[in-house]
C-alpha cells in the first residue's frame, strides 16, 4: 500500500500511521509485521507499507489531512489471489482452485453445464397434464442426462434445483423448502448426475450439505459474510453469485475470501450481471463479461455464465452462451431448463426465462462443437 502525502503534511500522516498501525498489530507475530518506509519526492512525501498489509485499509489513511491518495498494491483477498507478493517482495503464482461436484470438474479452461429448473415447483402443467414438482423435476433431469449421454457430455453435466428461493417480493413464491431436496435427491437417482441449490441461511446450508454435492450463495445473499463461511464450513463445493448491485472487481473476490480463508477454497464464481439503468428493458440483468473476465484472471477462481438470470431471454440466451464459451472462454454455464410444451405462465418462479429441452439440445450441440475446437473434450 502506498500513501501519497503533499508537502508539509508528513510528520502529522507518520504519527497517525505509527497509531494504526499500533493497533491494528497489537500482539503479531514478526512474519505478520509491516514495515513502513517514508520517502520524500518533490511534490509528494510517499509512505510504503512492505509485508502483509490486509490488516489496513485504504480507509484508514484517505481522509487524513495533507493525504492526496492511498493505493493498495495488493489485493485483500490473498488466498484466492492469483499472485501474491511475499515480504521480500517476491511474487508467486498460486495454482489455480478445481472444485469437483461429484466427479464433474469445474476449473479454469474446463467445461461444465449446471442444468434444470430454477426451483422445485409444487406443480406445473405440461401440454395438458397437471404435473407435481415431483415428477416434473425427475423428467427433466431424466431428459438432460439423456442429452448429455448422446452427445458424451455426461461428466460435464451438473443439475440445479432450488428447494429455497431468494425473492424480491415477500409475497411471492419463496420455494417448497427442506422437501426440495427429496425430489432433488429423487432427481439425482433417476439421472445419475450430481446436484447444487442454492443456500440463504446456515440451516439451509447444513440441509443442503446432507443431501446435495454443493451449493452457492445468491446475488441477494452475496455480501452476507457470515454465511459465505458458513456454507465454506459445510466443506461442500460452493459457487458465489456476484450481487444485484454493481461489484468491482475486488469486491466479489473480497467477499469470496470469507468462505475460501476457512479451508475450503473448493469455490468458483457465477457471473448473473447486475441492475443498471438497462436492466428490466431489454435485459433482466446486465451481464458484465469484462468483470467476469477480470475477476477470473486475477484469482484461482473459475468462472461460470447464468445467461439465463442475465438475459434471461430464450430467444437469446443460446447467443449469449455460445459468445460466453467461445469468445470469452469461460469454464461453464449455468442454465434454466425445462421440458418441451411446459406452460411458463404455471411455473411460479422464473417460467418466462427457461430454455425449452429441444433448445437447450441444441445449444448443447453447439457448445459441444465449440469446446472440441477448444480441445477441452
Ligand atoms: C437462481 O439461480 O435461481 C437465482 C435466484 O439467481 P440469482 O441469485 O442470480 O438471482
Ligand atoms: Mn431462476
Excluded at 498460486?94 to 467445461?111: A, L, N, Q, S, T
Excluded at 405440461?126 to 433431469?141: M, Q
Excluded at 469470496?256 to 431489454?282: H, L, P, Q
Excluded at 460466453?324 to 404455471?346: C, H, K, P, S
Aim: glycine content about 8%; aromatic content about 8%; charged content about 30%.
Amino acid at each position: 500500500m502506498l500513501i501519497e502525502v503533499r508537502k508539509g503534511y508528513a510528520d502529522a500522516v507518520e504519527k497517525h500511521i505509527q497509531k494504526v498501525v499500533a493497533q491494528r498489530f497489537e500482539g503479531a507475530k514478526p512474519h505478520e509485521l509491516v514495515k513502513v518506509q517514508r520517502t520524500s519526492g518533490q511534490t509528494y512525501d510517499v509512505f510504503s507499507f512492505i509485508g502483509p498489509t490486509e490488516r489496513l485499509s485504504e480507509e484508514d489513511f484517505r481522509m487524513v489531512d495533507g493525504v492526496e491518495r492511498v493505493t493498495r498494491l495488493s489485493f485483500p483477498f490473498k488466498t484466492l489471489a492469483k499472485y501474491h507478493k511475499t515480504p521480500n517482495q517476491q511474487e508467486i503464482e498460486h495454482p489455480d482452485i478445481e472444485v469437483d461436484i461429484g466427479g464433474r470438474i469445474i476449473k479454469k479452461g474446463g467445461f461444465v453445464i449446471i442444468a434444470g429448473p430454477c426451483a422445485v415447483e409444487k406443480k406445473v402443467r405440461v401440454g395438458r397434464k397437471e404435473i407435481s414438482g415431483l415428477d416434473y423435476t425427475r423428467a427433466v433431469a431424466e431428459q438432460i442426462a439423456a442429452i448429455a449421454r448422446e452427445l458424451e457430455i455426461y461428466d460435464m453435466v451438473i443439475l440445479r434445483g432450488c428447494p429455497w428461493k431468494p425473492r424480491s417480493s415477500a409475497y411471492t413464491f419463496q420455494g417448497v423448502g427442506i422437501e426440495g431436496l427429496d425430489v432433488m435427491d429423487r432427481a439425482r437417482e433417476v439421472s445419475g448426475l450430481p446436484y447444487i441449490c442454492e443456500a440463504m441461511s446456515e440451516s439451509q446450508a447444513n440441509a443442503i450439505a446432507n443431501h446435495a454435492d454443493g451449493m452457492w450463495v445468491g446475488a441477494r445473499n452475496s455480501m452476507d459474510q457470515e454465511l459465505i463461511e458458513k456454507v465454506a464450513k459445510t466443506g461442500k463445493p460452493w459457487g458465489h453469485k456476484n450481487g444485484l448491485k454493481a461489484m468491482t472487481l475486488e469486491e466479489q473476490l473480497s467477499w469470496m475470501e470469507y468462505g475460501a480463508k476457512t479451508g475450503n477454497d473448493k469455490c468458483f464464481i457465477i457471473e448473473r450481471g447486475f441492475i443498471d439503468e438497462v436492466s428490466g428493458k431489454y435485459q433482466r440483468n446486465h451481464g458484465d463479461m469484462m468483470r467476469a473476465l477480470g475477476n477470473r484472471d486475477l484469482s484461482r477462481v473459475p468462472v461460470i455464465i447464468d445467461p439465463s438470470h442475465m438475459i434471461a431471454d430464450p430467444r437469446t440466451i443460446p447467443r449469449v452462451s455460445c459468445a460466453a464459451i467461445q469468445y470469452f472462454g469461460f469454464d461453464g454455464l449455468m442454465l434454466d431448463v425445462g421440458l418441451d410444451n411446459a406452460e411458463r405462465a404455471t411455473f411460479q418462479c422464473d417460467g418466462q426465462q427457461f430454455l425449452y429441452m429441444s433448445d437447450f439440445k441444441k445449444l448443447a450441440h453447439r457448445l459441444v462443437d465449440i469446446i472440441k475446437e477448444q480441445g477441452k473434450i
